[in-house]
């Protein structure tokens, strides 16, 4: 199984950035954490973080052209402003599941609302960087075919 492992803007900055929201880990930690989960399964994880819009959407259609089985998509502020990402997870096979390290729902109100979250199989949403295990976790957990 192939899963790939999409990070928005700013979420370079992880572990720096408004520390008291989303905690002091680092991207490096969690692709750390993901790998060796991963390769408890057998699996690979190809880890990437964009603050580039036009690099996601291509990340994306990647993932379908080069047999990628399920995608976990932090997608930071692109989730309540991009159409494009969007239509990039509507035109694609290959399921998403969307995550965010802190509760967008009890953020200010413009982070209430996902364009992303009705063409993704779930949202996770708040439960700390756990988030991106569970998303691998269940990608790791089905059989191809199961979601989308």
């Not at 720096?16 to 750390?32: M, N, W």
């Not at 190809?46 to 959407?57: M, T």
């Not at 096979?93 to 967008?104: K, L």
């Amino acid at each position: 199984m192939k899963i790939l492992v999409l990070n928005g803007p700013n979420l370079n900055r992880l572990g720096k950035r408004e520390p008291e929201i989303y905690g002091r880990e680092t991207l490096e930690d969690i692709k750390e954490r993901l790998v060796n989960l991963a390769n408890d399964f057998n699996a690979t994880i190809d880890f990437r973080q964009s603050n580039h819009e036009g690099v996601l959407i291509d990340w994306i259609h990647e993932a379908e052209d080069t047999g990628v089985d399920g995608i976990v998509f932090n997608p930071g502020a692109y989730t309540h402003t991009s159409i494009g990402l969007r239509d990039a997870i509507a035109g694609v096979q290959v399921p998403v599941i969307e995550i965010h390290i802190s509760n967008i729902h009890k953020r200010e109100s413009f982070r209430h609302t996902s364009l992303l979250a009705p063409e993704c199989v779930g949202q996770i949403s708040g439960l700390g960087t756990v988030g991106y295990d569970l998303a691998l976790r269940k990608f790791l957990g089905s059989n191809k075919g199961d979601l989308k």
